[in-house]
């Protein structure tokens, strides 16, 4: 796992400010490649990389790296899960490889196939940028130097399907120069970016509770969305989408229960036996849950190895799952670390963690303890159940989504002024109790069944609340967030459902913008490469197509997971009510409430006298504390 960084020219040729600005892009991601550092440049682009050493440890594996003749060059965050299989493909049709490394797969890959077949063929996680300074429509080799100042050198920047791993450009506005690092800081640092603030990501954060994706909180900074590909030459750019996921259309015929189950399975372990690969010390993180247990226990049936798990326990024992945790590692056999967290450690770790924040969130502070307990234990490599709850439809809502007790549904055949009072009603409810969650069924009264399904479970703060914290009508907040979904809409081809759309806005927002975003940022703020085996796209592309019966049961939590797997003991777990990786910080929060409250005035984003108000109802009880921690980062970023 790396950090990347760069800078296109379109005309002008390169300076040494230039490099100098690619050096303090390099310098801001230190802690995603502490283990060595690279950097080319010629006339047209430069490239700059640090690398954390996962694959092939060797000086060969460093980066950038290019093909024989050095006219193709990249520079690479991520794991490619089926590089063997490309390489030994590639070596058949006469490339030469001068490494181990999943790197210079993508490389020759790139020549054999061009950037389209290059990415179809591609499982694992990855976000890289690779420069072709072949003349002839980079269609051949050729003897002409690397820079040469030819008008078809191109750069492309391409994201993995999910966005597991992060990629950020800016385009100067007079020239089309394009800047690009895996990080938004980084981009900051370089000094070619203004930190003109980007008002309409705020509203999205205080919408969503992250930052809806491409708008990050700078105006000039855009991110890279997850199965793109973006392609810069001397005469322009373009954007070009490779994936997307679709979903059952009610006609496919996949086989009965036994054979899906059997097929479930396949996929699962094929899956977790490549994320298995490392050169360096690897272990899975035990939440208590179904998925991190289903990882374990696919994990020791394909490995004979030691396997390693750790947990985060608390002295709060409603919180700890430190017995869930320690029978799951007896039952696999597991050298096992518990690390405890106290709300001293969240306190004395608050400037580490905002400064580690790349984006505001009000999520990820778990992945920040866990990250650095992998680090304390010896780890470089982590995997994770995230992605579980979303492929195999684990959270409580879709329960409700696909029964009677969806409100888009029964309110839908009513008239609409009836429609309207009853919304009216529930959201006034939802103000005198000072309850978000009832406010937010202000949100069903108008926009797409989808769109105010989704803000209705995973809004964040209320309109009402928004339009205080920012001193606006609703107008703007409005146009801001049906922009936010127009580029989320499941379309109609790729099998909509009310459940399905819903499905495909959560992992377009909530599991890319939120959960996958922190997972990256806090993960390699201590160096550590988290890695989500439920995100292989072969899996997920095949658990898409399966109807909802087979994802839903009465009494038992991912039962398509669960009767994959075999394991008993996941059974005992999916049947126990769902409980989540939480960490007690209501309570924390209500001991340093002083404290947390004058970072969160500190601030000059939000209306003081709001964000103070909703305050005093987090004190009281009537917010929840996740609002009341997002005050928090905002104050202390703004």
């Known amino acids: 796992m790396c950090g990347i960084a760069g800078l296109f020219k379109r005309q002008n040729g390169m300076t040494p400010d230039d490099i100098d600005a690619v050096r303090r892009m390099m310098a801001a991601q230190v802690h995603r490649g502490p283990d060595a550092d690279g950097l080319y440049h010629d006339r047209r682009v430069i490239l700059g990389h640090r690398r954390l050493a996962i694959i092939d440890l060797s000086a060969s594996g460093r980066q950038p790296m290019s093909n024989e003749d050095d006219t193709v060059w990249i520079i690479y965050n991520g794991e490619i899960y089926n590089y063997r299989e490309l390489r030994t493909e590639l070596i058949t049709q006469g490339h030469l490889f001068a490494s181990q490394s999943d790197t210079e797969v993508i490389i020759h890959g790139y020549e054999a196939w061009g950037i389209d077949g290059l990415l179809k063929r591609l499982r694992g996680m990855f976000a890289f940028a690779l420069y072709d300074a072949r003349p002839n429509g980079h269609a051949e080799r050729s003897s002409n130097p690397p820079d040469a100042d030819d008008a078809t050198s191109r750069l492309i920047l391409a994201r993995d399907r999910f966005g597991i791993k992060p990629l950020y450009y800016a385009v100067s506005e007079r020239a089309g120069n394009v800047a690009f690092a895996s990080s938004v800081r980084a981009l900051l640092d370089s000094g070619m970016v203004s930190r003109d603030l980007d008002r309409e990501a705020l509203i999205g954060f205080l919408h969503f509770g992250s930052v809806p994706s491409p708008l990050t909180t700078v105006k000039g900074i855009r991110c890279l969305l997850p199965g793109y590909y973006l392609v810069v030459g001397r005469d322009g750019m373009a954007m070009r989408r490779y994936w997307d996921v679709s979903y059952a259309s009610g006609d496919e015929h996949l086989g009965d229960a036994a054979s899906i189950t059997a097929e479930m399975r396949a996929r699962l372990e094929d899956t977790l036996k490549r994320h298995l690969v490392s050169d360096v010390p690897l272990g899975i993180f035990l939440s208590g849950g179904v998925d991190s247990a289903a990882l374990a226990a696919l994990a020791r049936r394909l490995e004979d190895s030691t396997l390693r798990t ?73 995997l994770s159940g995230l992605g579980g709850d979303e492929i195999f439809w684990g959270y409580p809502h879709y329960r409700w989504i696909t029964g009677y ?115 990256d940022t806090f993960s390699m703020a201590h160096s550590i490469e988290l890695r989500v085996p439920y995100l292989d796209h072969t899996l997920v592309e095949y658990t898409a197509h399966l109807s909802a019966e087979l994802k839903l049961a009465r009494h038992l939590n991912k039962p398509l997971l669960i009767d994959a797997v075999g394991e ?11 409980k989540g990786f939480t960490f007690p910080f209501r309570k924390w929060m209500r001991q340093h409430a002083d404290a947390l409250e004058d970072i969160a005035l500190g601030g000059d984003l939000l209306d003081r006298e709001e964000v103070h108000r909703l305050w005093q109802s987090f004190r009281a009880g009537r917010l929840h504390w996740s609002r009341a921690w997002a005050l928090v980062v905002l104050g202390a970023q703004g």
């Open 568 to 578: 008993p003991l996941l059974t005992e777990i999916g049947r126990a009510k769902k």
């Open 310 to 382: 750790l947990t985060v326990v608390f002295e709060e024992r409603e919180f700890s799952e430190a017995q869930q945790a320690r029978q799951m590692a007896e039952r696999f056999r597991a050298d096992h670390r518990e690390i405890l967290v106290t709300s001293a450690d969240f306190m004395r770790e608050l400037p580490s963690i905002f400064a580690a924040m790349d984006q505001p969130t009000h999520d990820g502070v778990n992945t920040y303890f866990v990250s650095k307990a992998a680090r304390e234990c010896g780890l470089t490599v982590v």
């Open 405 to 519: 007790k969806n409100p888009v549904r029964w309110l839908s055949p009513l008239p609409r002024l009836v429609g309207q009072a009853i919304v009216n009603s529930v959201s006034a409810y939802g103000r005198l109790r000072g309850q978000e969650r009832w406010m937010r069924f202000r949100y069903l009264h108008s926009g797409a069944p989808g769109d105010r399904l989704y803000l209705l479970v995973r809004g964040f703060f209320a309109p009402e609340q928004i339009d205080q914290l920012l001193g606006l009508n609703r107008s703007e907040p409005e146009v801001a967030v049906e922009r936010s979904f127009e580029m989320v809409r499941l379309p109609a081809v790729n099998g909509a459902s009310d459940v399905n759309e819903f499905n495909y806005i959560e992992m377009k927002r909530y599991l890319h913008d939120q959960l996958l975003r922190d997972a």
